[in-house]
Nanobody
Framework: QVQLMESGGGLVQAGGSLTLSCAASGSIFSINAMGWYRQAPGKQRELVAVMIIGGSTNYADSVKGRFTISRDNAKNTVYLQMNSLRPEDTGVYYC???????????????WGQGTQVTVSS
């Protein structure tokens, strides 16, 4: 079984910064990708940022230049540094990972429980 433990959410004023972290634990053979999604009230869940094996990254247009995703492979942990936060960044942020549990097993997807980020104007 795999668990994703998120931390770092909270309340911040517009223009402020927060750093989210997500640690994956369990019987993990390899991680293909780790990233962050968010869901605002009344809206669909959307991709914020993802880092895939090899280190390439992909960001939502709305966060480019403000958010940075990074990963500590030794700790199976992904971070999201969020700067210049805006009220529209408010939402529940979910960690997501695509990984393999064994050499002969296909990829599996897991989600964290979510952490609230609230940006006040």
């Amino acid at each position: 079984q795999v668990q994703l433990m998120e931390s770092g959410g909270g309340l911040v004023q517009a223009g402020g910064s927060l750093t989210l972290s997500c640690a994956a634990s369990g019987s993990i053979f390899s991680i293909n990708a780790m990233g962050w999604y968010r869901q605002a009230p009344g809206k669909q869940r959307e991709l914020v940022a993802v880092m895939i094996i090899g280190g390439s990254t992909n960001y939502a247009d709305s966060v480019k230049g403000r958010f940075t995703i990074s990963r500590d492979n030794a700790k199976n942990t992904v971070y999201l540094q969020m700067n210049s936060l805006r009220p529209e960044d408010t939402g529940v942020y979910y960690c997501n990972t695509n990984l393999r549990l064994g050499v002969a097993m296909g990829p599996s997807e897991y989600w964290g429980q979510g952490t609230q980020v609230t940006v006040s104007s």
